[in-house]
C-alpha cells in the first residue's frame, strides 16, 4: 500500500493513479473503521462509565426536585439548574428573554441573531424595557441590560443581581413576603466571579424560586 | 475600571496557563512526531488496518494515502447521515438529505465543523458519537501529520524526498495526543456540569407547572475533542453557549484554553523538528501578537459596546450569557475564530459591528494565529516563506528558510496557497449575492447582510465553523456551495504543502552565510505579521468596507 512513485519516472498513466487512489482509499477505510471502534465507542463509553460513577448527578444534568434536592431521574425532576425556565406569574423571579423555540424550549436552543444595528431588536429592546418599568414600578434608566436582550442560547439559567434586585419588592408584595427575607434569598443565591476574575456575578433563576418555593410551602 | 481590570484577569489566567503547557506539550508532541518505536495497542492496530506504518513515504504517495483516508471519511459519514433514521440512539430523528450530508460530511472531515442543522433536534447520539466525534479526533490528526510532514522536509537535506508515513503520523497524533488529553478534559466537563449519558430527550413538568425537554446525550467526550482538535461543532444549536456544553465561567476558561492548547504548543515542536528553538519561539512571538491584538479588539467592542441596539440597551449583551457576559465572550470569540474553531460562546451574528469584523477579520488571516490544529502553524510557516522571499527581494538575494534556498518552484507553491483561501472565499461571496438562492439566505439586508453571506464563505474557505448564524444555511443551495468551499479550502493548500515539504526534503541545506536573514529575530516577527496583515489587507478591503466597515460608520 505505500508504493512509491519515484520523482525520477516521467509520467504515470492516469489507470495507474486511480489504481493507487483507490486502495488508498480501502486502506482509509479500514483505518477509520479501527479508529471509529476507539474513539467513537471505546471512549465515550469509558467517559460514560466514569462519568456515572462520579459525577452521576452532573452527568444526568444536574436535575432538582421540588424541594430543591439533587436528583438523577427525571421523573422526581422539575428542572435543570444549569437551564434557564420559563417562569411568567408575578410570584416568581423572571429569567431572560429567550429566542429559544417559545421560550426556553430545550429542543431548539438559539440565540436571536439579531445584528447591532437592527430595527426590529431595536422596537424589541423598547418593548421589553416598558414591560419591565412597568411590572417592577422602576425607572426607565434601572433596567438592566440582560432583562433587555436575549441570551446565546436561549437556556441562560442566569439573570445579573441587578435584575434580581429590581424584582424583589413585586415578588415579595405577591408572595405576602418581606422585602428584606426575599433580599436575603437573593443575596444568597447570588454567586461571584470564579476566581475572582473568570465571567460575570450571576443569580441562578431556578435555585432563588426554588428558595421561594420551599420558603412558602 | 474593576470591569478591565478582571477583563485582563481573565485573559491573563488563560495566558499563564497556555505559557506553562505549551513547553511540556510541544516537547511531547515533538517526541511523538518523532518516535521510531510503536506502542503495543499501535502495533495491533496496525495489524488489523493491515498498513505498513514504517514505511517512509514521497509527498505523493502521503497526499494518496491522506485523500484515501479524507474520502473514506467522507463516505462513511454521508452513509451515516443518509441512514441515520434507521440507527440506534437516533431519538426518532430523520436521515439527512443528499445535500445536507454531503455538508455535514466534508465540513467535519475538513475539521471545519460548519453546521446547517441543530444538534438537538436533527441529530442522533450514534451519529454524534460514532460518526462526527471520530472525525474531531481524526480531523485535527491530519492537520498535525501534515505540519509535521512539512517540518520534516526542513529538517532533511538531500534525501529522495520521504516525508514520513501518513498511518503512522495520523494513528500516532489520535492515540499518543489527542486522546488522552480528551479523556481528562471529558471528566473535567463531566464534574462541572456537561452532560455525559445515553439517555433520549424527555418532558418533564417544570417548577412552574410548564413543559419542558430534558435533554441527554454522550456531550462532554464531544466537547472535550472539539475544543482540543479545534474543530468547534457544537452538540447543540447553541453550541458552547449552551449550559449542558459550557455550564460555568471556568469551564469557559478551559474550554478557550483547550482550543488554544496544542495551537500554541506545535511552533515548539517546529523548533524542535528543525533543529532550532529559536525558530519556533519567533512563530509563537507572530501568532501571539496577533492573538493578543484580536482579543483585546473584541474586548474593547464588546464592553464598550457601540452601536444602536446595545447603546439602547445599556451593553452588548444580546446573543451572550450572563455568567460569561462580555469579556468573556469576547476572549472566546477571538480565540475560536483565530484557531479555525468556530465553537461559539456567543452569537456572532450580535457582536458589534466592530466586534463581529475582528472576528471575521481573524479567519481572513488564514486562521494563523495561532490557528487550528496544524494548518495554523503550516499557514504560518507559507507565510514565513513569503516575508523571506519579500526580504530577499529588498536587499536582492536569493531567499532561504532554515538552510533550504527558496527557488521559483517553491514559491510558485507558496503564491498558489496564498491564493488559494481569498479565492474561495470571494468568488463564493460573490456567487452567492448574485443568484436568488443566495441572497434569499440573509436574515438582515444592507451591510450586515453582506457580512452574513462573507462570513460564511470565510468560515468555510478558512475551515473555522463559526457563522453569523442568522444566515438560513441550511438549503441546497448553501450546502452544497459551502461544502465545496470547506473542501477546496482545506485540501488543496494541504496538498501544496505536502508537495513543498517533498521538495524541500530531497533539496540540500546550504550553510548559513553572513547573507542570510535571521528569522528568529524581533525584526524578523514584525516582517512576519507585517506580511500576514498585507496580503489579507490587500485582499479583502473591498469586501471589509462593504459589510462591517459600513456597518461601525452607521
Not at chain 2, 505498513?52 to 471519511?73: I, K, V
Not at chain 2, 474531531?136 to 505540519?147: D, I, K, P, Q, Y
Not at chain 2, 498558489?416 to 448574485?434: D, E, K, R, W
Not at chain 2, 448564524?469 to 494541504?494: D, E, H, K, Q, W
Amino acid at each position: 500500500m505505500t508504493a512509491t512513485r519515484p520523482r525520477s519516472r516521467p509520467r504515470y498513466s492516469a489507470g495507474s493513479d486511480t489504481v493507487a487512489f483507490v486502495r488508498q482509499t480501502w486502506a482509509g477505510l479500514r483505518v477509520l473503521l479501527v479508529l471509529t471502534v476507539v474513539l467513537g465507542f471505546a471512549y465515550p463509553l469509558a467517559v460514560t462509565g466514569i462519568a456515572q460513577i462520579a459525577f452521576p448527578w452532573q452527568a444526568h444534568g444536574s436535575l432538582v426536585s421540588s424541594t430543591g434536592e439533587r436528583v438523577t431521574s427525571r421523573d422526581d425532576a422539575v428542572g435543570s439548574l444549569l437551564i434557564g425556565q420559563r417562569f411568567d406569574g408575578p410570584q416568581w423571579f423572571h429569567p431572560r428573554p429567550s429566542a429559544a423555540g417559545d421560550g426556553y424550549d430545550t429542543l431548539a436552543s438559539a440565540g436571536s441573531n439579531l445584528g447591532p444595528l437592527n430595527e426590529s431588536l431595536l422596537a424589541a429592546v423598547a418593548e421589553r424595557r416598558s414591560a419591565v418599568v412597568e411590572q417592577e414600578g422602576i425607572d426607565q434608566a434601572d433596567v438592566p441590560v440582560d432583562a433587555l436582550t436575549a441570551s446565546a442560547s436561549g437556556l441562560d439559567p442566569d439573570i445579573s443581581p441587578e435584575y434580581a434586585r429590581v424584582q424583589v419588592a413585586r415578588v415579595a408584595r405577591e408572595r405576602g413576603l418581606s422585602t428584606d427575607d426575599v433580599r436575603a434569598l437573593v443575596d444568597d443565591a447570588t454567586i461571584g466571579r470564579d476566581l475572582g476574575v473568570l465571567g460575570e456575578p450571576r443569580v441562578n433563576v431556578l435555585r432563588l424560586n426554588l428558595a421561594l418555593h420551599t420558603m412558602g410551602s | 475600571m474593576s470591569a478591565t481590570w478582571t477583563a485582563i484577569g481573565q485573559v491573563g489566567i488563560v495566558v499563564l496557563v497556555l505559557a506553562a503547557a505549551h513547553r511540556p506539550l510541544g516537547d511531547y508532541l515533538f517526541r511523538t512526531m518523532t518516535a521510531t518505536t510503536h506502542l503495543a495497542v499501535e502495533r495491533a492496530g496496525y495489524r488489523i488496518m493491515r498498513v505498513d506504518p514504517d514505511a517512509e513515504q514521497r509527498w505523493s504517495t502521503y497526499l494518496l494515502s491522506l485523500l484515501g483516508f479524507s474520502l473514506a471519511s467522507v463516505l462513511v459519514l454521508f452513509g451515516l447521515g443518509r441512514l441515520q433514521a434507521a440507527l440506534p440512539l437516533s431519538l426518532g430523528t430523520e436521515s439527512l438529505d443528499p445535500a445536507g450530508a454531503w455538508n455535514t460530511a466534508v465540513s467535519f472531515v475538513t475539521n471545519t465543523n460548519w453546521q446547517w442543522y441543530s444538534g438537538e433536534a436533527a441529530a442522533g447520539h450514534l451519529f454524534q458519537m460514532a460518526g462526527l466525534a471520530v472525525q474531531n479526533f481524526v480531523s485535527a490528526a491530519v492537520g498535525l501529520a501534515v505540519v509535521a510532514a512539512l517540518a520534516r522536509g526542513f529538517a532533511r537535506s538531500g534525501t529522495d524526498g520521504r516525508i514520513g508515513n501518513f498511518w503512522a503520523d495520523l494513528v500516532r497524533g489520535t492515540v499518543r495526543v489527542l486522546l488522552p488529553l480528551a479523556f481528562v478534559a471529558a471528566l473535567a466537563l463531566v464534574a462541572a456540569g456537561v452532560i455525559q449519558n445515553l439517555g433520549a430527550h424527555s418532558q418533564i413538568t417544570t417548577l412552574a407547572g410548564g413543559t419542558q425537554a430534558v435533554l441527554g446525550g454522550p456531550v462532554a467526550s464531544q466537547e472535550a475533542i472539539k475544543e482540543l482538535g479545534t474543530n468547534g461543532g457544537g452538540f447543540f444549536n447553541a453550541n458552547s453557549a449552551h449550559p449542558f456544553e459550557n455550564p460555568t465561567p471556568w469551564t469557559n476558561a478551559l474550554e478557550v484554553v483547550l482550543l488554544l492548547l496544542i495551537p500554541f504548543s506545535l511552533p515548539r515542536m517546529f523548533g524542535r523538528m528543525v533543529g532550532d528553538r529559536r525558530q519556533g519561539w519567533a512563530i509563537l512571538a507572530a501568532m501571539s501578537t496577533l492573538w493578543v491584538a484580536a482579543v483585546g479588539l473584541l474586548t474593547w467592542a464588546e464592553m464598550a459596546g457601540p452601536g444602536l441596539v446595545p447603546v439602547a440597551a445599556g451593553g452588548a449583551m444580546e446573543g451572550k450569557e450572563v455568567r460569561f457576559g462580555e469579556a468573556a465572550s469576547a476572549l472566546f470569540a477571538a480565540s475560536t475564530t483565530m484557531t479555525s474553531t468556530g465553537a461559539v460562546n456567543s452569537m456572532h451574528d450580535s457582536l458589534t459591528a466592530q466586534g463581529g469584523g475582528v472576528a471575521l477579520v481573524g479567519m481572513l488571516l488564514g486562521e494563523v494565529s495561532p490557528g487550528g490544529v496544524g494548518s495554523g502553524l503550516y499557514g504560518m510557516v507559507v507565510l514565513i516563506v513569503v516575508a523571506v522571499f519579500l526580504a530577499g527581494l529588498m536587499v536582492g538575494r536569493t531567499p532561504e528558510y532554515l538552510g533550504k534556498k527558496i527557488g521559483r518552484e517553491e514559491i510558485t507553491l507558496v503564491a498558489l496557497y496564498v491564493l488559494t483561501m481569498p479565492a474561495v472565499v470571494l468568488i463564493g461571496s460573490a456567487v452567492a449575492v448574485s443568484v436568488p438562492a443566495g441572497l434569499e439566505g440573509q436574515l438582515q439586508g444592507g451591510p450586515h447582510g453582506l457580512s452574513e453571506i462573507v462570513y460564511a464563505f470565510a468560515s468555510a474557505g478558512n475551515n473555522n465553523g463559526s457563522a453569523f448564524a442568522g444566515l438560513t444555511a441550511g438549503t441546497p443551495f448553501y450546502n452544497t456551495l459551502l461544502g465545496l468551499a470547506m473542501l477546496v479550502g482545506r485540501f488543496v493548500p494541504i496538498a501544496l504543502v505536502l508537495a513543498l515539504a517533498g521538495r524541500l526534503a530531497s533539496s540540500r541545506k546550504v550553510p548559513e552565510s553572513a547573507g542570510t536573514l535571521p528569522t528568529h529575530t524581533p525584526l524578523f516577527v514584525g516582517l512576519l505579521v507585517t506580511v500576514t496583515l498585507v496580503v489579507v489587507g490587500l485582499t479583502f478591503v473591498p469586501v471589509l468596507s462593504l459589510g462591517p466597515v459600513v456597518e461601525s460608520l452607521s
